[in-house]
């Protein structure tokens, strides 16, 4: 089984209607991210979570918000979808070892968003 | 501003041997990652340098200087299915990881 999941894999919506991509993880790690993927843009973050009760801004949460459920769960929503929210969407994780992060992060398959 | 420059096409041979350079000018310095992305998949781990110098596993390296802002990713004995994106990224003074925008490398029979 995949350490890193995300549901659902393909998405089709459409503007102004309000979606949830989820993100769980088995490998026991503290920290989980979100990230876009355009073509060309390569990986921008999104919102990061150091733990359950630590959730980041990144470089582009306009418009996104996050929930972190429990350490093995992390969700992204899209409060009122809009074209330009188009993109390649990544969870992923990293570890906590002896109180700094090795920051090898682990990814999850993807989720493909398509907004009309 | 925080930038990390890699090419963003390469072509190759099989058989033969690739580098992929990456500059970068980030707010401090906590490591460098190169990661391998299939087309329409997921990022995978290949390399992390702290310090200056190359780390060699098996048919990848990575080189580090510090000093010059610099890295390369060697491929060596290319094979078809190392046809893929090489994405570099910094970690920061912060600890976050700062993304380049990848290099397509494609791979000739």
């Known amino acids: 089984d995949a350490d890193v999941t995300q549901t659902p894999r393909n998405r089709i919506t459409k503007t102004g209607k309000r979606i949830m991509l989820e993100c769980s993880q088995t490998?026991?790690?503290?920290?989980m991210y979100w990230y876009r993927q355009d073509p060309g843009l390569g990986l921008r973050l999104i919102y990061y979570s150091f733990d359950v009760k630590d959730i980041n801004k990144g470089e582009i949460s306009d418009g996104y918000s996050v929930s972190r459920q429990a350490q093995a769960k992390f969700s992204l929503s899209l409060e009122s979808a809009i074209p330009n929210q188009t993109a390649l969407y990544f969870c992923a994780t990293s570890d906590l070892l002896g109180g700094r992060a090795s920051e090898t992060q682990y990814f999850g398959p993807g989720t493909r968003l398509l907004v009309l | 501003g925080q930038n990390i420059d890699q090419p963003t096409e390469m072509t190759a041979t099989e058989g033969a041997i690739v580098q992929i350079n990456c500059t970068y000018q980030t707010s401090g310095f906590n490591g460098l990652f190169w990661y391998q992305q299939h087309a329409g998949e997921a990022p995978t781990f290949l390399s992390y340098n702290v310090l200056d110098g190359l780390e060699e596993k098996g048919r990848f390296s990575s080189f580090l200087s510090r000093s010059k802002g610099y890295s390369y990713l060697l491929l060596k004995e290319l094979q078809m299915k190392d046809s893929a994106s090489y994405l570099c990224a910094v970690l920061d003074s912060n600890y976050q990881l700062i993304w380049g925008a990848g290099t397509k490398l494609i791979i000739k029979p």
């Open positions: 490998k026991g790690h503290d920290r």
